[in-house]
Each structure stands twice: as C-alpha cells, then as structure tokens.
C-alpha cells in the first residue's frame, strides 16, 4: 500500500485529494500538513512512500521546503502539485530535489499515475517539460535571463508581482526586510529593470507568473 502525505494549506483541496485518492485499491492518504512545518514534522514521524505538495503554503514552502526535505529525508519522494504552470516552476523544483510536477489543472489519473511512478522511484515529467528539460541540457540554446535568477531572488519577484509589500515578502519568506531588498536590487539589475513598474511589465511580458 502506497502511503501517502497531503501538504496543501487549503483544506477544499487536501479533501478534494482524498476522495480522488480513495478510487485506488493500492494507496491511502494516511496524513496531511497545512504548511511546511508540519511537513517536516511529518517526515520526521514516520517514512512516506510519497508526498504531494503544494508550492504555495504561508511560511516555508516551496523551493526552500524541497531542499529542506530532500536535507532531512534524502531518499524521500516528492511530487509537486501546483497551480503554476511547468515553465513557471518546475524545472526549479525538479532541480531542488522533486521527482515529479503536475499542475492542479491535471485529469485524476494522471496524478493517480503519477503518485504510483515517483513513489516506485521513478520521475513524472510530461513530454513538454521533458522538452524544457533537454533545452536546460542544451550548451548552445539560448536561456531567458529570468533563469538567471536565484531561487530566493524568482521567490521575491514571484511575491512582488502578486502585490506584496517589502515588509509582507519578508515576514512570509522568513527574512528580513533589508534581505528582501537586498534581494529585489539584485534581480532587477539581472533583468535590467529600473522600477517597480518595468518588473511588472517584464514578469507579464514573460509569462513568468499567473
């Protein structure tokens, strides 16, 4: 029986999950987290032989919360659920330590699929992003200069296009303000944009966000 850990900070969604999950003879949830802190905590009880989890919960989340599981439990198999879409995302996730991504938009069976794949150790990708993938591998293809973000950096710029105030990004990301800053200069000088209104404008140009 595949045991599997729920980590999505809505309780619709987790719900949701469980009856999708409750069709398959060969899997159960046996437990859920709200934020990456029970994940952990989680993690630290008992051996999952998968974790479905949210990018986007309050507190540690995210690419920090896959490095920090991958830290912990090495061995441990992650497949990401979000609401980003895979150019967004994934390739950041994969790289901090996921083994899969699918998006919330995903029919049942695919993440049903999915599950059943990384839980065996294997890697769910789709054929667009396993196209994305070989690309990154490519010496010679040209990388958008938005990939020349940190991760902490395509966090704060993900934040500040939501609509967050320096203050906010820091108290969600744990950091403080002048770091968020600090950040922010950072980035914009990789992106070559002066204001806040030019960032804006370069993030929607790129379809870097929802």
Not at 52 to 72: A, F, H, N, Q, T
Not at 156 to 161: E, K
Not at 183 to 190: C, G, I, N, T, V
Request: neutral net charge.
């Amino acid at each position: 029986m595949i045991r599997v850990l729920i980590a999505d900070d809505h309780a619709i969604v987790r719900a949701g999950l469980k009856q999708v999950l409750a069709s398959t003879a060969d899997m159960v949830v046996a437990g859920e987290a709200c934020d990456g802190l029970e994940v952990l905590e989680q993690i630290r009880k008992s051996p999952w032989d998968a974790i479905v989890l949210d990018m986007s919960m309050p507190g540690l989340s995210g690419i920090d919360l896959i490095k920090r599981i991958r830290k912990e439990k090495p061995s441990q198999h992650v497949l990401v659920l979000s609401m980003h879409q895979e150019d967004q995302f994934a390739i950041r996730a994969l790289k901090a330590g996921a083994s899969g991504y699918v998006t919330k938009g995903s029919a049942p069976d695919v993440l049903i699929a999915a599950i059943r794949r990384v839980a065996a150790g294997g890697k769910h990708i789709s054929r667009s992003l396993a196209e994305k993938l070989a690309l990154e591998l490519d010496p010679f293809e040209k990388k958008p200069v938005s990939e020349l973000l940190s991760d902490r950096e395509h966090q704060v710029l993900g934040l500040i296009v939501a609509g967050r105030s320096i203050n906010e990004i820091g108290s969600e990301l744990s950091i403080s303000p002048n770091t968020v800053s600090t950040h922010k200069h950072r980035l914009m000088k990789k992106l070559n944009v002066r204001n806040n209104a030019e960032l804006m404008q370069y993030a929607i140009g790129e379809h870097l966000f929802d």
